[in-house]
């Protein structure tokens, strides 16, 4: 139920259902046709355009157009070291040159790893100011900072004397997670109070306000008749606590008082057990410190040990160690410092970054109005369009297409609006509907014709359905092989539904995947691995349960067979072809929770009303909660109480593991998977930049997460860009796009006819 949640809920609606009507600007350009601009259909912009705190696609999509990455990626996501004379690669039989910022160096050592950044000497930001290596360490001081609050995680890394800089004492290195861990469960009085006057209070009072606005829309299902009845139920731990006659402070501090030291579970009631866990942390760390400074331990630290300036265009920064993800936090847009920041505030030989240290106000403020040195320099957002102008400076060139426009338009109108001349580029979600209007409006019976060219890439990320260990297993013991016994017979019945149900809504959009990563990921298993296999496609004895000739519905009959042996075989009860008794801790139901609108508008739906069917033939019950308000399976996944759920992954570049699938990872390790030898194999994985070694284990990670039979995976759909051919020169637009390499990557070749 919390306002984060419900928020989050309302912005992907509002990025999916509203529809803007402006005016056409293409007619007043003069000139040639460098003149006409280019205008892009995009869903709403949140106004964070710069390369620090952008969080939304849209926005995202603007600051990377206006800034520069310190090093960019080829096609297949391999990073270009040698940005400067650029490398040559091959893609598709088409070599290909990248050029970037800089040459990169990564050596690794015993027990730490130096990476070398040389930067081009010859690059300025669109104002005409030069790119040099303060603008790189005034990047990285400002990501480093405390009061840092985008989506970068450059903090968390493992940099030399990063932990000491935020804390700002040597004597925070020698602070273990056991003792930050210890301090809160001891919980002095001291932290309790900025525990409940920075974490608990906030919280409550941000709650409190979003509660005054959305009360009457729950009036009818909870019985409240205001904003203060609907806070109150939601928060007081006391049942029969009163708000009558109390104002806005003293019922957010007296249910405050309730809760006691107690923060998790404020943060169990707000929906995400894991919510204030990051900060939390971080105020008994800075305890610690006082406590150890009071005893005489430690001084302040002005500087960041690990990142040198090394001359006028050479950084170098080091970490404890070796871990792969690093090299992907370090790639950032390097960021103006003479622009976001304060050059008189620079002084990097006096420990000096261009802000007042803790204070990143005035960087903040210049989100909506960004600068950088990217082909295109940002002009205005107005009557919700961002216009744009090519940058003269680029150091690659300045783009042919002199203007662009990003014009916010509504998923629903992207397609319709490419083919009226609203918009000339856009990029509509995959599905079997949108690619059968796409093929209407060519008239061809096909993706690309005379007035649409569709460019489709597999989305970095898949979807899949997931099932929590801690609520379906036999006895209390979620590794057991009788667990794993029952979740098989579960997920062999869903899994055997997923070609149909997929073809039916994604039709070419998309493709059923057998393993829980993206077919995007070089760490994929390919179908031509002699090890490869179809997920959950074998009986209790190993035995597989499909011929190439069977009929669908002979697959189905099997898998359901099958599911009678796993059932057995995890103890229960099995008589004349029905499920008749469960074992102790287990049931003979179990629910599935799906975001479909209350509908069944979701990929796997379809799925599940199959597989509920074939259960329900052999005395089993699988309960669809089918949900209008997502917010109840996120609440339920983050309280660990759910048993089953369909959704969706985001990936990355680097398939790291340690976050979705290692049992130290609470906050979203949703499956509660618990295997020593994945949570080894996790760590091996990320302790190497050896690609086919780490490929090798994570290989063996997604066979022991699919034997967990924790995770389904169903389909990788796709990403289309499309564009008019008859108003974009279709010989100059970016050739190869894939998921890693976006059609603006080269959008400095793009043309308008």
Same mark, same amino acid.
Request: aromatic fraction near 10%; glycine fraction near 6%; charge should be negative.
């Given at each position: $139920?919390? !306002?984060k !949640?419900? $928020? +989050?809920?309302l912005l992907t609606g509002v990025m999916a259902a509203s529809t803007v009507s402006v005016p056409v600007f293409a007619e007043e350009a003069e000139g040639g046709s460098s003149d006409t601009p280019l205008v892009i259909g995009q869903t709403n912009f949140s106004e964070k355009f710069s390369g620090l705190f952008h969080e939304t696609v849209p926005d995202t999509q603007i600051a990377e157009n206006v800034g520069e990455y310190l090093f960019g990626s080829d096609r297949t996501g391999a990073i270009i070291y040698n940005g400067i004379e650029g490398e040559t690669r091959e893609y598709n039989g088409t070599d290909y040159t990248y050029t970037g910022l800089s040459d990169v160096t990564v050596t690794e050592g015993e027990d730490e790893t130096v990476y070398n950044f040389k930067l081009r000497e010859d690059v300025t930001f669109s104002d005409g100011e030069p790119l040099t290596a303060d603008d790189l360490i005034f990047t990285y001081y400002v990501?480093?900072?405390t009061d840092y609050d985008g989506n970068a995680t450059f903090y968390s890394t493992n940099i030399k004397g990063m932990k000491n800089y935020r804390l700002n004492s040597t004597a925070a290195d020698s602070i273990t997670d056991e003792d930050v861990a210890n301090t809160l469960a001891d919980m002095p009085d001291e932290v309790a109070a900025r525990v409940k006057d920075e974490l608990m209070v906030p919280l409550l009072t941000s709650e409190y306000e979003w509660a005054q606005t959305a009360w009457e829309d729950y009036a009818d299902d909870y019985g409240v008749a205001n904003g203060d009845e609907f806070f109150a139920m939601l928060y007081a731990k006391d049942e029969n606590y009163s708000v009558d006659g109390k104002d806005q402070d003293t019922i957010i501090n007296e249910i405050a008082d309730q809760y006691g030291k107690d923060y998790l579970a404020l943060a169990a009631a707000y929906g995400d057990e894991a919510f204030f866990d990051e900060d939390a942390a971080t105020i008994a760390s800075e305890y610690l410190v006082e406590q150890k400074t009071a005893a005489g331990e430690g001084e302040e630290v002005a500087n960041i040990e690990g990142i040198k300036k090394l001359g006028d265009y050479e950084v170098e920064v080091t970490?404890? @160690?070796?871990? +792969?993800?690093?090299? /992907?936090?370090? @790639?950032?847009?390097v960021e103006p410092m003479h622009y976001y920041g304060d050059a008189s505030l620079y002084d990097y030989d006096n420990n000096q970054f261009g802000f007042t240290r803790g204070d990143l106000s005035a960087v903040r403020d210049k989100s909506n109005q960004p600068l950088g040195a990217g082909p295109y320099k940002f002009v205005k957002y107005e009557n919700k369009t961002v216009y744009m102008e090519a940058n003269e400076n680029y150091y690659k060139g300045a783009p042919k297409t002199k203007y662009l426009q990003w014009r916010e338009t509504s998923d629903a109108d992207k397609i319709a609006g490419v083919e009226q001349g609203t918009i000339d580029l856009s990029d509509p979600s995959g599905s079997k509907s949108a690619f059968d209007q796409i093929k209407s409006i060519n008239g061809n019976d096909e993706l690309s014709g005379d007035k649409i060219i569709v460019n489709a890439t597999d989305n970095l990320g898949y979807g899949y359905i997931g099932l929590n260990a801690n609520t379906i297993n036999v006895g209390g013991e979620p590794g057991s092989d009788a667990s794993k016994n029952l979740r098989k017979a579960l997920t062999t019945v869903l899994a055997v539904y997923r070609d149909v149900a997929i073809d039916s809504y994604y039709g070419d959009a998309a493709s059923v995947i057998n393993y829980p990563i993206s077919n995007t990921s070089w760490a994929a298993p390919q179908k031509s691995d002699a090890d490869y296999q179809v997920a959950y496609s074998v009986d209790v004895d190993g035995n597989p349960l499909y011929t190439d000739d069977m009929t669908d519905d002979e697959k189905f009959a099997a898998a359901t067979q099958a599911a009678l042996g796993f059932f057995e075989a995890a103890g229960y009860t099995v008589e004349n072809g029905k499920v008749t008794a469960a074992p102790e801790g287990a049931k003979m139901s179990y629910e599935i929770i799906i975001g479909a609108d209350g509908s069944g508008d979701h990929p796997s739906f379809a799925i599940l009303t199959d597989a509920k069917a074939a259960l329900e033939s052999i005395g089993f019950t699988l309960d669809i909660n089918d949900v209008t308000d997502s917010n109840i399976m996120w609440d339920a996944l983050n309280a660990g109480t759910v048993e089953m759920w369909a959704a969706a992954w985001q +990936?990355?570049?680097?398939?790291?593991? /340690?976050?979705v699938y290692h049992s130290a990872s609470v906050k979203s390790n949703y499956y509660h998977i618990n295997d020593e030898t994945l949570d080894q194999d996790i760590i091996d994985a990320r302790s190497t930049a050896d690609q086919e070694y780490r490929k090798s284990v994570y290989k063996q990670c997604l066979d022991i997460i699919?034997?967990?039979a924790v995770e389904i995976p169903i389909y990788q759909r796709q990403n289309c860009v499309i564009y008019s051919p008859e108003r974009i020169n279709a010989d100059t637009f970016t050739k190869d796009v894939t998921t890693f390499y976006s059609w603006y990557n080269d959008i400095t070749n793009i043309e308008m006819n």
């Open positions: $139920m919390s !306002k !949640k419900l $928020m +989050a809920l990501l480093s900072d970490t404890d @160690g070796f871990e +792969a993800t690093t090299i /992907y936090q370090l @790639g950032v847009i +990936a990355t570049v680097d398939p790291d593991m /340690y976050q699919l034997d967990w």
